[in-house]
């Protein structure tokens, strides 16, 4: 830390000294445009310059191709002349500068999809999503960066991880590139609420203010997030955190010292369940600081913003955050066992029950995301899986193996510790795949073969082994589903019922239906949601459904028999006459249920 701050100080020293500097501004005065306008003020570079915008926001595992939203684009010298430029790459801006020691550029920035990774602008917020706002020169994404925002004139509030620049209002620094672009920045009328962990303060900015009566609550769970999120570790590596909470949206993104997330719900008790699941979706995206900003594959920086960066450890960094998220609101006092345990079979059924678990192994998804996570296809189903589920599934493995085989001296904690402490504070770099192995066998002090063999292959998983070594069952049995099997999704689409996906090997699947079918006819009568329901609710094994549809090459009436379906529930529960060491290990893994 001493060295990072004496860098910083030396970086500051050269900007103070005229030597080199890079300041934005950015403002919004028509936001029902949904245009930024920017300006770059860039001194002290010398040659030809080539900005670039990142392709991609790390943590959102697609090309997104932000450079599409960039126009108006101007370069001039410090004294007005106009400058000559040319585009030599999609996202590539070269300036040739003539030698002026002081290139103002500006450009405007079209910002309408709603998406943590993407800026957006309307009237009633400004999202600055920084890997789609800021330009950055070519061999010096390790300059600092100062940032000036200006917000609309109804607008009062500035929400952002970015260091306030002390004396100058709006204006915010960054120690280089890689900081600004994870620092993203919420500008609007948003309700600010704060509380501190270890003297540490954290601000919470709500797009949709919360009720009086129910802030107070908000609050308190908000802070038992950080507090027992933080436990883990045993270390805040931050100095200040931001919740950035907007309204209706999906998806949520981390960051090294804020999250950026989409509510989709007003913050009601009144939906009990709803609201632990929102908690827990927090607890996620606050524990992601960790577990893949500070303790990271080696693959995921320094970042390459211009292309794919590819890693076969997502299982890891994705999926054993979400099996600490519900570790997190379990010993926080925020989800009981029984809750915790319901939450744990729904990630084993999502992974299970997807026809894709028999082909896609953790690492092949995690490798891939690029290609299919984001842009699924209508066969998605059938061939992929998510490094979400199945990560959580070997994180819960592995953290009861390492109890057990230590008898409850170590967990799954001890190795997150290790990987902080080893490759963040004292190697400084991501680890490799075989050094996250190696700490987890380590700390095991047996082989984890059986685990690791789970995360790169179908192989089937033993779920009971491993749960009883906390003195816990699941209920592995097939049922048989009521009702009759088809094997076909479908959605309703403009007032039509619409195949989304088929099973394979599914009666729908046998009878040639295909996906993207409407549905116009089910046993002679008009298609609806509600008449699908009832028919497959009704029928048994053997029964025939009839249904025409349309699709491209015209009409057609299709017939299959259907079936009968069975699974497991894969419910988690106490083991029948658990031995005293399995009960110690359970008690220590989550907590009892509080009265």
Known sequence: MKNLLTAFILLWALVLSGQSSLHF??????????????????????????????????????????????????????????????????????????????????????AFTQSVAHPFLDDGRGFISPTGIFLHPEGHKDHPVTVTIKPYKEWSEISTGLD???????????????VLYDCPTLVGNQQILSFQVNGIPHAVALENPVDDSFRDKYVSDL??????????IGDIPYKHYTFIIMGRGGG?????????????????????????????????????????????????????????????????????????EYVIVNQGGLMNREETLEAFTHNITNYEYLPGSRVQSATESSYDTWLQFFNRSDNA????????DKGCILGLLMDLKIRHETKGKKSLTDVMRTLYRTYFQELKRGFTDDEF?????????????????????????????????????????????PGAFWGATVQERNNNLTVTAIEQGSPAWQSGLSTQDQLLEINGQPATRELLDKTLGAASAG????????????????????????????????????????????????????K
Request: proline share 7%; with cysteine; glycine share 8%.
């Open 25 to 110: 501004t950015v403002t919004m005065d028509q936001p029902s445009t949904h245009l930024y306008q920017v300006r770059m003020d860039i001194r002290g570079f010398d040659g030809p310059l080539d900005l670039k915008m990142p392709a991609w926001t790390p943590g959102y595992y697609w090309l997104l191709d932000l450079a599409k939203n960039v126009s108006g684009f101007t370069a001039l010298s410090g004294d007005g002349r106009r400058l000559d430029w040319d585009k030599t790459a999609k996202n590539t801006w070269h300036i040739e500068t003539g030698g002026a020691p002081e290139v103002v550029v500006t450009y405007n920035v079209y």
């Open 164 to 178: 306030p620049v002390p004396g100058r209002p709006g204006t915010f620094e960054a120690a280089d590139y890689d």
């Open 223 to 232: 802070k038992k997030i950080v507090e027992t999120g933080s436990a883990v």
């Open 252 to 324: 949520g993104l981390e960051h090294s010292n804020s999250m950026a997330v989409y509510s989709g719900r007003n913050y009601s008790l009144s939906d009990a369940p709803g609201y632990k699941r929102w908690l827990a979706f927090l607890s996620h995206e606050y524990f992601h600081l960790y577990n893949i900003k500070s303790i990271r594959p080696i693959n995921l920086g320094p970042f390459d913003y211009d292309r794919e960066n590819l890693t076969h450890m997502l299982w890891v960094s994705e999926g054993f955050t979400v099996y600490f």
């Open 381 to 388: 189903d059938n061939t992929a899986i998510s490094y979400y």
């Open 437 to 481: 192995r190696e700490v987890c066998e380590k700390t095991a002090g047996v082989s984890l073969e059986e685990i690791f063999r789970y995360a790169s292959t179908t192989e089937p998983i033993d779920y009971g082994k491993y749960l009883a070594y906390a003195g816990m069952t699941i209920d592995t049995k097939p049922a048989e589903l």
């Open 543 to 594: 029964d025939p459904i009839t249904v025409k549809v349309t699709r491209r090459t015209g009409e057609k009436t299709i017939t299959c028999s259907l079936s009968k379906k069975s699974r497991p529930g894969f419910r988690i529960s106490p083991l029948p006459g658990a031995t005293p060491e399995q009960v110690a290990i359970r008690d220590q893994w989550l907590a009892p249920d509080r």
